[in-house]
């Protein structure tokens, strides 16, 4: 149920923005215009900011970090290959990207502000920790701000019908299989301490913490919920750093390998990294992982492997 209400506002912020974009005045137009590049690293302090709010309120981090690490970076990288490797034999045109480098010194900018983003969000989080204050962010609205000023962009992008083609289906189901593929190679690291079961379950939350760790603490335990927030933590981080060091090159593996975010969170760098000729394909592979997610998370833990 919740996965739906989320998926219903971000579809409702999308259309706000493509349906009253043609009724905007040229003075809002260029400023949506001007405002869209700089929310990509907005949301990167957002994110980092959590990150040190969720340490500091998880139970002993420094016994969880280990999985999570392992699980988000091993489940981001095999995503990533999949989608590679399955459009390589498929459809070997659309595997890369143009390459000039113009764009490659544009591609070590967008890193190195990416790095700087995440710097300050953790540094943000942990003064506030060490304050003692008592802040509650939540950055869904300012992401639901953020697609609508998609919406608006979208509105006067043209696109062909390239992106409605079965293809696309190929980004979310690499998505899944690279998961999978990576949980298994975890299993044999981490066999001491979790079943396959929970290690598969793990590799199910494609990024949405906000999703997995809630979902983990009702049909398990908390500390496997925590472990769950910071791995998909984890992997929206490690899909943003893939997006901006490789998206420009393999824009489709960088979107598999953004899982759910690549709808919501990732989708600034999308489009940044990408360019908004992608942001239908990031759309699609998002929205399909967001509702399988909750779904591959249960049977996954209901099952005895």
């Known amino acids: 149920m919740q996965s739906a209400?989320?998926?219903?506002?971000?579809?409702?912020?999308?259309?706000?923005?493509?349906?009253?974009?043609?009724?905007?005045?040229?003075?809002?137009k260029r400023f949506v215009f001007k405002v869209l590049p700089y929310f990509s690293y907005i949301l990167l302090i957002s994110v980092a900011f959590e990150l040190a709010q969720a340490l500091n309120h998880i139970q002993n981090p420094v016994a969880i970090l280990p999985p999570a690490l392992l699980i988000a970076f091993s489940t981001s990288m095999g995503s990533f290959f999949i989608c590679l490797m399955t459009y390589k034999v498929i459809d070997r045109q659309s595997v890369q990207g143009r390459i000039s480098s113009h764009l490659f010194i544009n591609a070590l900018k967008n890193i190195a502000k990416a790095f700087l983003a995440l710097g300050v969000g953790i540094l943000l989080g942990a003064f506030v920790n060490m304050s003692n204050l008592q802040i509650t962010?939540?950055?869904?609205?300012?992401?639901?701000?953020?697609?609508?000023?998609?919406?608006?962009?979208?509105?006067?992008?043209?696109?062909?019908?390239?992106?409605?083609s079965w293809k696309i289906l190929l980004v979310p189901i690499a998505a899944i299989i690279g998961s999978c593929i990576a949980s298994i190679f975890n299993y044999f690291i981490l066999s001491n301490h979790f079943s396959l079961n929970e290690v598969m379950a793990l590799a199910q939350g494609y990024g949405w913490y906000s999703?997995?760790?809630?979902?983990?603490?009702?049909?398990?335990?908390?500390?496997?919920?925590?472990?769950?927030?910071?791995?998909?933590?984890?992997?929206?981080?490690?899909?943003?750093?893939?997006?901006?060091?490789l998206g420009w090159r393999f824009p489709r593996s960088a979107i598999s390998s953004a899982g759910a975010t690549s709808m919501d969170v990732t989708l600034a760098m999308v489009k940044?990294?990408?360019?908004?000729?992608?942001?239908?394909?990031?759309?699609?592979?998002?929205?399909?992982?967001?509702?399988?997610?909750?779904?591959?998370?249960?049977?996954?833990?209901n099952l005895k492997l």
């Open 137 to 164: 962010f939540n950055s869904w609205y300012l992401l639901l701000v953020f697609i609508c000023l998609i919406g608006v962009e979208l509105a006067f992008t043209q696109f062909d019908r390239s992106w409605l």
């Open 5 to 28: 209400v989320l998926i219903f506002q971000i579809f409702i912020a999308i259309s706000l923005g493509y349906f009253l974009a043609p009724y905007l005045s040229q003075k809002n």
């Open 211 to 245: 999703m997995s760790g809630i979902l983990f603490t009702e049909l398990h335990s908390a500390k496997l919920g925590g472990i769950a927030l910071l791995t998909d933590l984890f992997r929206e981080i490690f899909a943003i750093l893939l997006m901006y060091c």
């Open 272 to 301: 940044q990294s990408c360019g908004t000729h992608y942001i239908p394909h990031a759309m699609m592979s998002g929205l399909i992982l967001s509702l399988l997610a909750p779904l591959l998370i249960s049977l996954f833990l």
